[in-house]
């Protein structure tokens, strides 16, 4: 296989196609649309990869996944090794093959990428979590039990991936979450036809093997404060993966008009509290026949095409830049035009316009140019005078964005930043010995694979704070301290 | 604190210990959780869910003894859901979920002669905030309002924790013939060093309070009720209008001053779904008259 050096010429010049649920058909189910790789497909995708010695997909990552060395196992019809490799850096593959930007991450920085399509590093990351997930390989490894008990508030993927790896050091750990159901944003934000729920009960499932336990209906802060769980209730070390929650309004007038509502609310009700259902479930769901999202990130996108499957005739995404700044994932905004979502770039809403009952009836807008480049890059959207339109909806979901949930703050003694978030160092310390933070609670919200690299940062931390060493990591373990190859095991030093 | 007083019961649901009847739409809950009972300060509410299908419905921790190791919620049942748990939640059975206890507690400042004030739905919530200033020691006097005498309940706990009960009903079947709103101004007429008021209830009545003490300038609080899903801060579907800015009641309130808030908007808002609720309470109607026919009642 390795004879024969690949070339940019030699390897299939096209990315190979996924299968996905015909746009007609999908508009009326949450089934997921893109349908993943078969063995076969994923093996041709595989042989795309130049498999560089200095590759810098892997810069691209923020886990820094070895992506050729998995690939090359792919190729080499191992799957299982594949995964072991996946295991080294993420817990959840399955998740973020799917849901990773990747075009800004790993693929955007494939040598392939200059001259073809990248490798299609996602989609073959997910077809092996996929099996891993199908075949339940996540096994239960070789725990030694350490006396440590560690706390982990928020279940989403920061404090999942942070609690894998202190259940993994022989910590008994304990998750708990404010919901009634774990998962953070990948239950209650990102839809199923994105993300099945299925895919986030087997990760789950996997940590309970490990041995964590979830406690669901526990808002801490109120219930227990962080300085208790350090206390009292005798955790040893505490991780704080609370997210980015508080979505911002507008400020526009309407705001408060009935049909007015945050994606959050949108997606929550949809997702987690099976509203799409009502009324053979209890939760309403708000349903317009004409929506107007404003944004264009990942919750827009969901949210435009959540209210397309709920039966709204006319989604429209209002968004103030051009499509070249939307920071949506690729496939999303793609899947949404496909969906029949109506994109009108460059228009800002100025006001939302009520009926005499309170209830929306429209949205004025204005149209934008884009002018000079503003402190994100970015070239800044500029008014133009006297462009402003109406247009008719009976419903308008804002995306714009969220801040700091404020209940952590509002509850502990802990440092926060000027924005309201919890203020850490890089290994994710906060200003109280023995608690650490991470994810969308620390840096606003951002992605779901750098929550867990956080998440596993500080578990690192963690793990030096406690007198628990890694033995480096599973591939390192077979030559370096003889242990069997994919036995997930960490060897204890005492660091004095 | 212990090992298990952390387990939340997240598998096993709630036990509900005592249960008590007021009238044939109020109904005391007192659940098992010993957490909570520790943990909970006047002016904080609960999310329930009552089954995995449910809704999340807030609700206010109208008591809570952390030698019990339990909470108390009064429900009125006025939808699907509250009428629902007024059928099936008996002693023994078990809710599917209590998150809690949530909201910022009440200050309880400094006042020296506090009115409290309950209307309907509104008398339980504020029982924690009677208690809790007449602890702090303030003199507190209370006004509690009902429909008609025989709806009248915890006129006991209240004579036991306050310094004052005045009862009003709209009737006149029982103590004062008239709203809380007019036991309010014969109360402060009788007391002028009155340096707090707190009124819980349906958000015409708190508007009314808040009429009655703005011209007095007395501070007052009331304990805003909008629509909530997760009661932690991530839907905004809670906000509310506080003076010119917008917050959401349930990390930033319940309590707000109520001269700043916005009622009108409030009630606006919690028209929103109206047709929803109906068409989830026909659908359980219909469900509980096949029930009763097949039943054979
Ligand atoms: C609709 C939507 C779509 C997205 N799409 C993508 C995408 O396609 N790709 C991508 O990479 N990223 C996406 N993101 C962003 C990504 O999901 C987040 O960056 C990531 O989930 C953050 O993880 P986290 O662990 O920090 O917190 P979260 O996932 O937000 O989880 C936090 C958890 O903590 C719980 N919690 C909060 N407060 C408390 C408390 N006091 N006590 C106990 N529990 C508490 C919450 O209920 C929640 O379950 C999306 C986000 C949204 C909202
Ligand atoms: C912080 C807070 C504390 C509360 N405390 C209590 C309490 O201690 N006891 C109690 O009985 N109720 C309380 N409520 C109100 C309670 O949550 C609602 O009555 C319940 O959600 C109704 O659910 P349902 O399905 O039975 O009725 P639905 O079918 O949802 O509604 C039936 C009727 O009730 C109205 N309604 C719906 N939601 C609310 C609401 N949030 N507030 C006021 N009216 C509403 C609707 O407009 C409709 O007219 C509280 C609400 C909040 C936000
Ligand atoms: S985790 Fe995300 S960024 Fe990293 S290789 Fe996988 S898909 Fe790419
Ligand atoms: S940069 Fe592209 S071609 Fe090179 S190793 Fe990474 S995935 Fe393969
Ligand atoms: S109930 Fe969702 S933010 Fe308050």
Known sequence: MAAKKRTIRTIPQERTPVREQDPAARIHNFDEVNCGYDAAEAKRESSRCLLCPEPLCVKGCPVGIDIPAFIARLGADDVHGAYDVLARSTLLPAVCGRVCPQENQCEGRCKGGEMLEPVAIGRLERFVGDRAIAEGWARRPYIEPTPFKVGIVGSGPSGMSCAADMARAGCEVTVFEAFHLPGGVLRYGIPDFRLPNAVIDAELDGLRRLGVRFECNTLVGRLFTIEQMIGEMGFSAVFIGTGAGYPTMLGIPGDSLNGVLSANELLTRCNLMGAREFPSRDTPMPLGKRVAVVGAGNTAMDALRVSRRLGAEQVTCLYRRSRAECPARAEEVHHAEQEGIVFQWLAAPLEVLGDAQGNVRGVRCQKMELGEPDASGRRRPVPVPGSEYEIEVDQVVYAIGTNANPIIGQTSGLALNKRGYIATDETGATSLAGVWAGGDIVTGAATVIEAMGAGRRAATAMKRWLGLAESQTEAAADTMFGLPRGVHNFVRLRVA | ?297
């Not at chain 2, 005498?149 to 079947?173: I, K, N, Y």
């Not at chain 2, 304990?223 to 905004?236: A, E, F, R």
């Not at chain 2, 028209?271 to 026909?282: K, L, N, P, T």
Request: net charge negative.
């Open chain 2, 1 to 297: 604190m212990t090992q298990s007083d952390t387990q939340t019961n997240t598998a096993t649901g709630y036990e509900i210990v005592r249960r008590e009847d007021y009238s044939d739409v109020t109904y005391m809950l007192e659940i098992r959780h010993p957490l909570m009972a520790r943990a909970a300060r006047p002016g904080q509410f609960v999310i329930v869910m009552s089954h995995p299908e449910g809704e999340r419905i807030p609700l206010t921790l109208a008591d809570f003894d952390a030698a019990r190791g339990t909470i108390t919620l009064v429900i009125q049942a006025v939808g699907k859901s509250t009428r629902e748990m007024q059928q099936s939640c008996q002693v023994g059975t078990r809710l599917y979920a209590v998150a809690g206890p949530m909201g910022v507690p009440t200050h309880l400042g400094h006042a020296k002669q506090v009115v409290c004030v309950g209307g309907g739905l509104g008398v339980a919530p504020i029982y924690p905030q009677a208690r809790g200033y007449h602890e702090a020691g303030a003199r507190v006097t209370s006004i509690l309002g009902f429909r008609n005498a025989p709806l009248v309940f915890w006129e006991d706990r209240f004579r036991a924790a306050c310094d004052e009960v005045l009862l009003c009903t709209d009737d006149g079947s029982a103590g004062l013939h008239g709203f809380v709103s007019d036991g309010l101004r014969q109360v402060l007429a009788a007391h002028p060093d009155v340096d707090q008021v707190v009124a819980i209830g349906p958000v015409p009545m708190m508007k009314a309070c808040a009429e009655v003490t703005r011209p007095l300038g007395i501070p007052t609080t009331v304990s805003l009720n909008p629509i909530m899903v997760d009661g932690t801060g991530m839907c905004g579907g809670c906000r509310v209008k506080i003076g010119e800015t917008v917050k959401f009641a349930c990390v930033d309130g319940p309590d707000f001053d109520a001269h700043q808030v916005d009622f009108d908007d409030l009630i606006v808002r919690l028209r929103r779904y109206r047709g929803e609720e109906h068409a989830a309470m026909e659908r359980f109607s219909e469900h509980c008259r096949m029930h009763d026919m097949a039943a054979g009642l």
